[in-house]
């Protein structure tokens, strides 16, 4: 059971990469939607020749990004749950990815199913009715050239994890003296090659079934109105402990479950990827269909990650034993600021989520209250983080369609509620948050350490270099495989800036750094003398 918990928090690590690479280019795209916006920069720079070329190259090239994530998404997910060999195991994925839908296409093709008897000409001329069409064309998509079952993201993370699943049997595998030359890691993508097609062919008989699912699903949120995006939100916030919220996340901006809907002969598929095509494809979609998408995007996050979590930065601040005062300054500040501008909220979370139920589930209720209230304003912000970044680019740039002022309204209510409430529980229930734990023996701050020093320290509140099996990190925790748990000693990393430890395994700890933790993980790395 452990092991497949740990398997999983890697497949929710695994996911950072591609969605990193997402959230970036969704600012660069929704900067340049604004600046060719003549509502925003005026019609004379709207009609300027150059800049409108180099706005549109930008809009270019992050639609590009975003019509080919499946297979970033494969690749993503062999890097992070491959052992080693790693470049291996993500040059197989490619590989992977490719036959997967090979086999599928043959499949459909076995079928009679052909881009020529999916066209809507064809399918009404057997009968069909043009929404049910289009309904049905709609499963179907070119994927890299191939045509294939509209598997979206999930069709590349099944390839990347089938693959890595090879790579991880197979990169040590020793062949006869004559082979012995595709051995090893270049046995992986032979058996890649071998193997995805013929998942991809059983993968075609069942994906109708999953495909409706799917969709079935979505349908049930969206007829659960209001108490299902309540709902939502509760969750991605309760999940945020075991790193799953991730997985969440990505299943509802990528699938039907966050909204499918077809537009100029193409079927966009959840709530992102209708996010994203509205700003690269300007005019193409109706506002009430983005507003549907974006319900589960940054606009439900900006109250709570913009001011209530400040609000209970300041409260734990304010609640802090005088001896504490500078320790926890800077930490409060830092994770304020995190939350505030770019949305990472970990920082703060792990400052009480562990300490007090209570406090945890006021959080995750108010973050569901949120997305619920944004969802019947009618409020229209989409990306992914929910920082000020987010507001001021995909709201306040997006003009008043995107109400972006009720966020902002509600924010200022949840920021002395949040201040309020976590006062009063911090204090009536002697909450131990950051500068007010119970052993008074507490280390007290050490000096600024040096890179190297503070990696020793690291390495040391592991248990040592003999203790550490393997070294990752995500967006703001650094994820460390250990070999005897109960070497770890929480007060030594809690020295090193973490904000906090949790154990999500007999063998697997995360410690929480914030957005500086490639950094410290990189250090780590090079003090192990284990490649990056």
């Not at 589930?361 to 108010?366: E, K, Q, S, T």
């Not at 020295?495 to 995360?510: E, M, Y």
Request: charged share 15%; glycine share 10%; hydrophobic share 50%.
């Amino acid at each position: 059971m452990k092991e497949i918990g740990s398997k999983i928090h890697g497949f929710g690590k695994a996911l950072m990469m591609p969605i990193s690479v997402i959230a970036a280019a969704g600012i660069f795209l929704g900067l340049a939607a604004a600046m060719q916006n003549p509502a925003v920069t005026g019609e004379a720079f709207a009609r300027l020749q150059y800049p409108q070329m180099i706005i549109g190259f930008i809009r270019q090239v992050a639609s590009a990004l975003f019509a080919n994530l499946p297979p970033f998404f494969a690749v993503a997910s062999a890097i992070g749950l491959a052992r080693e060999e790693k470049p291996t195991a993500a040059f197989a994925a490619v590989i992977g990815f490719i036959s997967l839908h090979v086999g599928v296409s043959a499949s459909l093709a076995a079928q009679s199913i052909t881009p020529a008897t999916t066209t809507l000409a064809a399918l009404t001329a057997r009968g069909m009715s043009q929404t049910e069409a289009m309904m049905y064309a709609a499963q179907f998509t070119p994927t890299l050239g191939i045509f294939s079952y509209n598997m979206s993201v999930l069709g590349g993370v099944i390839a990347g994890l089938v693959t890595v699943a090879l790579h991880n049997r197979f990169y040590t595998v020793v062949l006869p003296t004559a082979i012995s030359f595709f051995g090893g890691r270049r046995f992986v993508p032979i058996v890649t090659v071998v193997v995805l097609p013929l998942v991809g062919l059983g993968l075609s008989l069942i994906w109708p079934a999953i495909g409706h699912g799917i969709a079935w699903v979505g349908q049930l949120i969206g007829k659960s109105g209001a108490l299902g995006m309540w709902l939502y939100g509760f969750c991605e916030r309760l999940l945020i402990p075991t790193g799953l919220h991730h997985i969440l996340n990505e299943t509802v901006r990528f699938t039907p479950i966050g909204g499918m809907v077809t537009a100029d002969n193409q079927t966009l598929v959840g709530a992102l990827t209708i996010f994203n095509t509205s700003l690269t494809h300007p005019g193409l979609l109706s506002d009430d269909v983005i507003r549907h998408a974006t319900r589960f995007l940054a606009q439900g996050k900006i109250p709570t990650m913009m001011f209530g979590l400040p609000g209970a930065a300041l409260a734990m601040y304010h609640c802090v034993r005088p001896e504490h005062k500078e320790r926890v300054k800077a930490l409060m500040l830092a994770g304020g600021l995190a939350s505030f501008t770019t949305g990472i909220t970990e920082p703060l979370e792990f400052c009480f989520i562990f300490v007090s139920p209570v406090l945890f589930i006021f959080h995750a209720v108010l973050s569901g209250v949120a997305f619920m209230l944004m969802d019947l304003l009618h409020v229209m912000i989409g990306n992914v983080q929910g920082g000020a970044i987010d507001l001021v680019i995909f709201g306040m740039l997006g003009g008043a369609r995107t109400q972006w002022w009720y966020p902002v309204l509600l924010g200022a209510v949840y920021c002395p509620l949040y201040y309020v409430v976590f006062r009063a529980v911090i204090l009536r229930r002697r909450v131990e948050t950051p500068g007010r734990e119970a052993d008074e023996q507490t280390p007290p701050e050490q000096e600024k350490q040096s890179a190297d020093e503070r990696s020793q320290t690291i390495i040391n509140g592991l248990g040592g270099r003999q203790n550490i099996a393997d070294v990752d990190c995500c967006f703001t925790r650094l994820r460390v495989r250990v070999r005897d748990m109960r070497q770890v000693v929480d007060r030594t990393l809690m020295l090193t800036g973490a904000s906090g430890v949790k154990r999500v395994s007999g063998n697997d700890v995360q410690v929480i750094y914030g957005p500086q933790v490639e950094k410290i993980a990189h250090d780590v790395k090079r003090t192990l003398g284990v490649s990056s």
